[in-house]
């Protein structure tokens, strides 16, 4: 099985003791601006109302969600040239119905949403951040901007559904990051991740899992591995389409010297991008599993802001 691995330093090993932190870099800067400032939702920068939803025009500042509440319906203007960062912590929480237009020029290197769940089930659906960011970052290290970063202290449960991320500096969803933490269980379902940098679904912990989801990658963008699993797994990936197009690597297994395993099934994956296996992991290749990856959008993914913001389906 051809093997296509990238071998520059910035992506093979960036987030070499990353997983072990307590927090992401700019994740801190969030939740002491929260206390420093009080941020509340209703109070997230400049707001104006639409018929079906809020406008937010990103301003530096955060939004905090905690447990049993819901941000919904946002549309978060990102033409400002300034950076926002949505937490959301404690349990049963939702993020549903919020898209962000314009690319992320901000050059802060941080996490866009920065959340974990401490013993319930949480939800993030219907968001789109399609518009991606530049690749500048705000660190010496060379992290670019995260979409989401699950923190180490998650515990419960969080559902991705119907998620759109593209052209981000640094990881899709990074969700690692509990397998040296919290344990917590990661689910993303009917979701699509294209030309992002590192990885594009980043997961670790036993029961955690990428269905019915498709990676893409071209020319054009930045060029991270498609699912990449971290130590304990084991990581289960169902009818996925992983269209590398050559680059990297499809499904990449082990890292920081640990192992793990992944179980494939009903999955296409691009043959020459392939797959790989350090530390011990292992690779489960299962039923149906092929090599003609052909990536889309799957349905009720939402393919714009306003769409996404308006809670209607594409």
């Known amino acids: 099985m051809a093997q296509n691995p990238r071998t520059s330093e910035t992506d093979s090993s960036p987030t070499t003791g990353r997983n072990t932190e307590l927090t992401r870099r700019n994740y801190v800067r969030s939740f002491a601006a929260v206390a ?40 978060i203007d990102m033409t400002t040239g300034q950076d926002i960062i949505i937490t959301a912590s404690g349990s049963d929480w939702t993020i549903r119905n919020v898209g962000f237009k314009g690319e992320n020029t901000s050059g802060t290197g941080s996490a866009t949403f920065g959340i974990y769940d401490t013993g319930g089930s949480s939800t993030v659906e219907n ?42 500096a640094d990881n899709a969803i990074y969700a690692s990051a509990p397998g040296t933490g919290g ?17 594009h679904f980043r997961l670790a912990t036993e029961g955690s899992k990428v269905t019915n989801s498709s990676v893409y990658i071209d020319d054009e963008g930045y060029q991270g591995r498609g699912i990449w699993a971290w130590a304990p797994g084991t990581i289960e990936v169902d009818n996925c389409q992983l269209e590398m197009n050559g680059q990297n ?31 011990g992991s292992t690779v489960q290749l ?8 052909e990536a889309f ?12 913001a308006s809670g209607s389906e594409n």
């Open 36 to 75: 420093a400032a009080a941020t509340s939702l209703g109070a997230a920068g400049t707001v104006a109302a639409q018929d079906d939803y809020e406008v937010i025009e990103a301003a530096n500042q955060t939004v905090q969600i905690s447990s049993g509440e819901t941000f919904e319906n946002k549309l």
């Open 127 to 168: 968001v789109y951040l399609g518009d991606g960011s530049d690749s500048r970052n705000g660190s010496s290290s060379g992290h670019g901007q995260t979409a989401f970063w699950v923190n180490p202290d998650h515990s419960g449960h969080i559902d991705f559904r119907n998620v759109n991320i593209q052209n981000f």
């Open 183 to 199: 344990g917590g269980t990661i689910h993303i379902d009917r979701s699509f991740a294209a030309n992002c940098y590192v990885s």
């Open 249 to 279: 690597v499809a499904i990449d297994a082990g890292a920081n010297g640990s192992a793990t395993e992944v179980v494939v099934t009903e999955t296409d994956y691009d043959e020459q991008a392939g797959i790989q296996e350090h530390a």
């Open 286 to 293: 299962g039923d149906s599993v092929g090599t003609d990856p």
């Open 297 to 308: 959008i799957p349905s009720g993914v939402p393919t714009s802001p306003e769409e996404a």
